[in-house]
């Protein structure tokens, strides 16, 4: 969703290119980038009144949306790997 703060694409500007290459390339990248945006999207429901939840919820749902972001941030951020010739 366009209007929903933290997306990956706001939140890395810089690596835009590189999320979407492992996203095509790197099915546990794919899936905790997704994982990401579902968690992003229902902090962001609960922040305005979509689909409200309790402090405790929030509080949950923000640590594993801060999980995941540091899981990506480290995945996008390591050297490239050159496979050697033998």
């Given at each position: 969703m366009p209007n929903t703060?933290?997306?990956l694409a706001e939140e890395f500007p810089e690596h835009?290119?590189?999320i979407r290459?492992?996203?095509e390339i790197d099915g546990h990248f794919h899936r905790i980038s997704e994982e990401y945006q579902a968690v992003n999207l229902a902090i962001h429901r609960a922040e305005t009144d979509i689909e409200p939840?309790?402090?405790f919820?929030?509080?949950d749902m923000r640590k594993e949306r801060m999980r995941l972001?540091?899981?990506i941030y480290g995945m996008l951020t390591r050297p490239e790997?050159?496979?050697e010739l033998p």
């Open positions: 703060p933290h997306q835009l290119a590189k290459h492992l996203r939840v309790d402090d919820h929030m509080a972001k540091d899981e790997k050159v496979d």
